[in-house]
C-alpha cells in the first residue's frame, strides 16, 4: 500500500511554531516513505474560524517549502459525506439525541445510550454516540501501545453538535478514509482523540490508519504552545529560522548552508528515520 499523509490544520489562526511541526513531521513521515502528501482545511467551525486563517496557512506551507501533491481539501465542502456516515450511525442504533447541558453532566453522571434530560421537542438536540465498556488498542508509532476505554474516559461523545455541526471526531475519520490516509501524524495533544476515531471507524465501516503522535510543543512556563503567547505565528517571508527550530525540535541535524527552505528540508530528508523522532510526549519549544 503507498503511503498517503496529511496535514490538517483547523483554520482558527495564522500557522504558529506547534502548527509547523505538525505540517514538517507529517510531510517528512510522506517523503520518507516516498508517499503522497496531503492538506485538508477543517473548517466545519465557523464561531472558532478566524476569518482569512485558511488562505495565510495556505500560503504560508509553500513558503516554508512544504508542498501538497494535490488541491487542499476543505471540509465545508464534505457536509454530505457526513450527513451520510451520520445517517448510517442512526440507521444502526448507535447515536442517540441529548438535550442534557454541562451542567446536567458536570455532577459525574454517566449516559449509557440515552439522554438524562427529557426530551424536548422545541429544541434541538445534539446527537451522541454510544460507546461500549470496552478497551480500545492501538499502537502508537512513536508513543507506543495505547489502551483507553471509552466509557471511562470521553463517554457517549458528541458527534453533531447542537448548533448542526458535525463534531471534529466524526469529520476527521470521514475524510481521513476518503483521502486515502495510511498514517496520521500529528501533534501530541491529539493522542486522546484516536480511541474515539478508531472506535467510529469501526462503526463505520472504514479503514484504521497507523497513528504517529509528535511531541507536543510547550513554552518556556510549560504551556502548550497554541495556547501561549508563543503561539504569534511563524514568519512565512523568512522561513529559515523558524523552520531550523521546528527540525532541531524534531532532533533532526540542521546545517547552516542550506539558504533555502527546499534545500534545509531536503538536507533534513537524506538523514530522517521516523524511528530516531522524539519518544516524547511533550518538549520545550527552543
Ligand atoms: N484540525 C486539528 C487541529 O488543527 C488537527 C486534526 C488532525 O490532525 O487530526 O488541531
Known amino acids: 500500500m503507498t503511503y498517503r499523509g496529511r496535514f490538517a490544520p483547523s483554520p482558527t489562526g495564522h500557522l504558529h ?11 517528512l513521515c510522506a517523503r520518507h516513505a516516498g508517499g503522497t502528501w496531503l492538506v485538508r482545511v477543517e473548517d466545519i467551525d465557523p464561531p472558532r474560524e478566524m476569518p482569512g486563517s485558511a488562505e495565510s496557512i495556505l500560503a ?15 471540509q465545508s465542502s464534505r457536509i454530505a459525506a457526513y450527513d451520510d456516515a451520520f445517517e448510517q450511525l442512526k440507521a444502526n442504533g448507535q447515536v442517540f439525541p441529548c438535550w442534557c447541558s454541562r451542567n446536567d453532566l458536570a455532577g ?4 449509557d445510550g440515552q439522554c438524562l434530560a ?6 434541538v438536540p445534539a446527537w451522541r454516540l454510544h ?5 480500545i488498542r492501538f499502537d502508537d508509532a512513536l508513543q507506543g501501545p495505547q489502551t483507553q476505554n471509552l466509557r471511562l474516559t470521553a463517554g457517549d461523545f458528541v458527534i453533531r453538535r447542537v448548533e448542526g455541526y458535525y463534531a ?13 490516509i ?9 493522542l486522546d482523540s484516536t480511541a474515539r476515531q478508531i472506535y467510529l471507524q469501526r462503526c463505520l465501516g472504514l479503514p484504521e490508519p497507523g497513528y504517529l503522535h509528535l511531541p507536543l510543543a510547550l513554552d518556556a512556563n510549560g504551556r502548550k504552545l497554541s495556547k501561549s503567547e508563543q503561539a504569534r505565528p511563524v514568519d512565512p517571508t523568512d522561513p529559515l529560522p523558524a523552520l531550523r527550530r521546528a527540525l532541531h525540535f524534531l532532533d533532526l541535524p540542521v546545517t547552516t548552508h542550506a539558504t533555502t527552505p527546499q534545500a534545509l528540508l531536503a538536507e533534513a530528508l537524506a538523514v530522517f528515520d521516523p524511528a530516531l523522532l522524539p519518544r516524547c510526549s511533550e518538549r520545550m519549544a527552543a
Open 168 to 180: 471534529y471526531q466524526l469529520a476527521c475519520v470521514v475524510d481521513d478514509a476518503f483521502q486515502g
Open 131 to 135: 460507546v461500549p465498556d470496552r478497551e
Open 17 to 27: 511554531f506547534g502548527s509547523l511541526v505538525a505540517a514538517v513531521g507529517s510531510w
Open 60 to 74: 504560508a506551507l509553500p513558503a516554508f517549502g512544504l508542498t501538497a501533491d494535490a488541491r487542499p481539501l476543505f
Open 118 to 123: 427529557p426530551p424536548a421537542p422545541d429544541r
Open 182 to 190: 495510511t498514517q496520521v501524524v500529528r501533534g501530541n495533544d491529539l
Open 108 to 111: 459525574g453522571l454517566h449516559l
